[in-house]
């Protein structure tokens, strides 16, 4: 666990896990979940969202696990929702088991929903380079991009099990194919870095083809210091 100082929102990501019949509750609790969080005291912003299999974007779902990502004020409107509230109280009696990472934006550019909800970042500017960190991806597939997009990111992604400094990863989905997100754990941000501009030709060309065929019509990027891990993510 890793303590920082700052006055930035808490972002919390939990991954619960689900078996047998309870994956059909899962599933059901996409469209029902929205509705139950509406309201909770100090939530800023949320998104349930299902995974895919494997440590990123992926075609095939994986119906074992769902993500809870939370925006909140202070840690203490976070701490009374995971004890007190109805919508953990449902999760914590269907779900197998869980994980959630606790973090504080360290940088945060683009928009989700219009917004950037990971604002204000921390305020004191240290050298993090050999903490452990958090890094977000997610955008919004154009449709005209997705057979380009499906056919050159998985093989990026592929390379994230050798590299160094890496520990563990998942993609994440508000909508199949087109509304995605991966969210990464590095022991380092030197490492994650190593990764970022040393993928090889392949990432190489992702990145130019993103940004000349304009993949994404909205997209984030934003890294977080991790402040706890709770059990073993994802």
Request: charged share 25%.
């Amino acid at each position: 666990m890793i303590g920082c100082a700052g006055t930035s929102t808490l972002t919390s990501i939990e991954v619960f896990h689900f078996t047998g019949m309870q994956r059909l509750w899962a599933f059901a609790m996409m469209a029902r979940a929205p509705r139950l969080l509406r309201g909770v005291a100090g939530l800023r912003f949320a998104k349930v969202m299902g995974s895919g299999r494997g440590l990123g974007f992926t075609l095939r779902p994986d119906w074992n696990r769902y993500a809870l990502l939370g925006v909140w004020e202070n840690r203490e409107a976070f701490e009374q929702f995971r004890t007190s509230s109805r919508l953990m109280r449902l999760y914590t009696a269907h779900t197998t088991r869980s994980s959630a990472l606790l973090l504080r934006t360290r940088t945060a550019h683009g928009t989700w929903d219009g917004t950037n909800p990971f604002l204000p970042t921390l305020s004191a500017r240290q050298d993090h380079a050999m903490e452990e960190v958090v890094v977000l991806t997610r955008a919004t597939l154009r449709l005209r991009t997705l057979p380009t997009f499906w056919r050159h990111v998985p093989r990026v992604q592929q390379k994230l099990h050798g590299a160094g400094g890496f520990i563990a990863s998942i993609g994440v989905g508000e909508r199949p194919l087109t509304r995605q997100a991966t969210i990464s754990l590095w022991q380092s941000e030197a490492g994650m870095r190593a990764f970022a501009y040393g993928a090889g030709e392949e990432h190489r060309e992702v990145v130019r083809l993103t940004r000349e065929e304009k993949w994404y019509s909205e997209e984030l990027f934003a890294r977080f210091d991790l402040i706890e891990r709770i059990g073993d993510f994802p």
